[in-house]
């Protein structure tokens, strides 16, 4: 008999079709009532579970499952599952770092190009027609700036290996110098955000960083300077961002995340200063791609040899 295997997740169908060969992939209803039916017939069978960063799964959920052994997260974000709570019940967690590194960095150089430059705003004022009777305002330079990164992980470092190109100076904050990095540790992030140009979020979501970018911060990076945000919602104080922007407090942003996906406060929709992304920073068919062999091969990994190639 196939192993049972949960999926609680928005995955991408390849995926599911590829797990439905190896597994008894079976698909928690979401319909509460018919869920409660379903845990009754299957709960004590089911040994392994995949979800996404944006779904997670609940402790309930994860308390209800008596047999569970595994998690396989679709996604780096771990702020949706309480990994400590499923290590007292012996359950690893495998999920997907590295191979979106690089598809991370360069949507918040994008967006930070973006942003600075203007280029979603050109491209409107070219389609509007506004060329041949206006003068598109002057932007940002990007190349020699102030870059402050808040988080110095697996893609911090990458982001800041992009700003060498473009001959950017370059500090950092984070609760603790990394060790094996050459740039400057800033211990104070109203520090960092006073000194920055452009300050680019990546740091993990969840309680211990929420709304760590708040109104201080955004006063502190002042009306020259831009944010950028590629980590969670969870991290900006979204109410702070919309009343810095509207009144122009800081320069600009630019954001992959928001605090309520995919639901966007209604006040952002007409600001001029700011670019908007659907979460899309790892979404690229490459990455994708990798990120589906990285669940499948987790699970392949725990359930042949019991250990997970990334566990959280």
């Not at 979401?30 to 609940?58: C, Q, R």
């Not at 110098?177 to 955000?193: F, G, I, Q, R």
């Not at 007409?270 to 990120?291: D, F, G, K, Y």
Request: net charge neutral; with cysteine.
């Amino acid at each position: 008999m196939k192993t049972k295997l949960l999926n609680v997740g928005r995955l991408p169908g390849p995926l599911e079709s590829r797990l439905a060969q190896s597994y008894e992939l079976l698909t928690l209803p979401a319909n509460p009532e018919a869920a409660h039916a379903f845990l009754a017939e299957h709960a004590a069978s089911i040994t392994g579970l995949v979800s996404s960063a944006a779904i997670g799964v609940s402790n309930d959920l994860v308390d209800r499952l008596p047999s569970l052994r595994v998690i396989s997260n679709f996604g780096v974000g771990l702020d949706k599952i309480d990994v400590a709570h499923a290590k007292t019940r012996g359950i690893a967690v495998g999920y997907t770092p590295d191979v979106l590194n690089d598809c991370v960095a360069d949507t918040a150089f994008g967006l930070m190009l973006d942003i600075g430059r203007g280029l979603s705003a050109a491209d409107r004022f070219v389609r509007d027609k506004k060329w041949s009777t206006t003068t598109f305002p002057l932007g940002f330079k990007v190349s020699g700036a102030k870059l402050g990164i808040v988080g110095m992980g697996r893609i911090g470092r990458t982001i800041a290996k992009r700003a060498i190109g473009f001959d950017m100076e370059i500090r950092y904050h984070a609760r603790n110098p990394v060790a094996d990095v050459t740039w400057a540790h800033a211990p104070s992030l109203l520090e960092l955000a006073k000194w920055s140009d452009f300050l680019i979020v990546i740091t993990a979501g969840g309680s211990e960083t929420k709304h760590l970018i708040n109104a201080d911060v955004l006063s502190a990076l002042g009306p020259q300077g831009f944010l950028i945000n590629v980590a969670r919602g969870s991290v900006v104080d979204e109410l702070a961002l919309i009343e810095a922007l509207e009144k122009k407090t800081i320069a600009g942003a630019g954001l992959d995340v928001f605090a309520n996906e995919p639901h966007v406060p209604e006040r952002l929709m007409h600001l001029e200063n700011i670019v908007m992304l659907p979460h899309i920073a790892s979404a690229t068919q490459q990455t994708r791609h990798a990120m589906a062999d990285r669940v499948f091969d987790n699970l392949t990994s725990f359930f042949k040899a019991g250990c997970l190639i990334s566990a959280a």
